[in-house]
């Protein structure tokens, strides 16, 4: 992996946090989602005016892809309602790195090293310390529902990732792929939107609009830069250090959202960066 290759992940990472923490502070998550998802769609169609169109191999990944993009979508407003930004988003996403590790070595044919596999052993270890942390803080009443949504996430998370992988490096163009699947994937959701709030839907996304439109930009430019990286390092590797934004999102959650996160979930968390960081290396 190159260094601009390293870089441009970095600032993926860093511009999914930032969304994932608007779309968490709007408190309807439907709306949150609504207007970061039709934003994205939107800028998506432009784009594909201008962009060339995407291989005939790379469509049925497209598809595929937008398809599994919605179940997370839904699946990431289910775990952002039900529990902590400051847990489910760690759990979510440090799970993504370890399935696709799995899935591109078994589909790809990508390989790993004995020093790699030990990272996926250590995150695995803060994964489950975060998990246990969480159940611990809910007193007698564990969020379990908030944990298997958290896990359904990131295995979204991880088939996806896999799946793009593959398609836009078929498609012999990332703007275009990235254009198209902005616009497949973000129909749904505003469609889903307008038939649970009928005639209220402009009223309650406009108090939220700018924001919205910012979670649309950075939600485009954390997956094309993405997409963009893939076509040009193995995936496990990216889908790894993608994952650095486990860090952005656990600050966020206790700097914006006064969220408790002690010294067992920043040693946790930690341990899943570390495990990570093994993972990159050759």
């Not at 699946?75 to 988003?89: K, T, V, W």
């Not at 078994?106 to 942390?133: I, K, N, T």
Request: proline share 4%; glycine share 10%; net charge positive.
């Amino acid at each position: 992996m190159s260094v601009l290759v390293a870089a441009a992940v970095l600032m993926a990472a860093v511009t999914h946090a930032s969304w994932n923490a608007i779309a968490h502070h709007i408190k309807d998550q439907l709306i949150g989602f609504t207007l970061i998802l039709g934003g994205a769609a939107s800028i998506g169609a432009v784009m594909a005016c201008f962009a060339p169109l995407p291989a005939a191999a790379a469509w049925p990944y497209l598809i595929a892809s937008a398809a599994l993009h919605i179940g997370y979508h839904f699946l990431l407003m289910r775990s952002f309602a039900l529990g902590d930004f400051g847990q489910m988003y760690p759990i979510a996403r440090g799970t993504a790195p370890l399935v696709v590790t799995v899935l591109a070595t078994v589909l790809v044919g990508e390989s790993l090293s004995p020093w790699q596999l030990a990272g996926v052993a250590v995150a695995c270890a803060g994964l489950v310390g975060l998990a246990l942390w969480g159940i611990r803080d809910a007193g007698t009443r564990p969020q379990w529902a908030a944990l298997l949504a958290a896990l359904a996430t990131g295995l979204s998370i991880a088939a996806y990732t896999v799946v793009d992988g593959i398609g836009v490096r078929a498609s012999g163009t990332a703007i275009g792929y990235i254009a198209w699947l902005m616009v497949l994937e973000g129909v749904l959701v505003p469609l889903y939107a307008y038939r649970v709030h009928r005639g209220r839907l402009l009223a309650e996304l406009r108090p939220h609009a700018a924001r919205g439109l910012l979670g649309a930009v950075l939600a485009l430019l954390a997956y094309g830069l993405v997409l963009w990286a893939q076509t040009r390092a193995p995936l496990a590797p990216i889908a790894a250090l993608r994952e650095s934004s486990i860090i952005v999102g656990a600050a966020i959650g206790a700097l914006f959202f006064k969220e408790r996160f002690g010294a067992p979930r920043v040693a946790a968390a930690g341990l899943m960066v570390v495990g990570i960081g093994m993972m990159l290396a050759s």
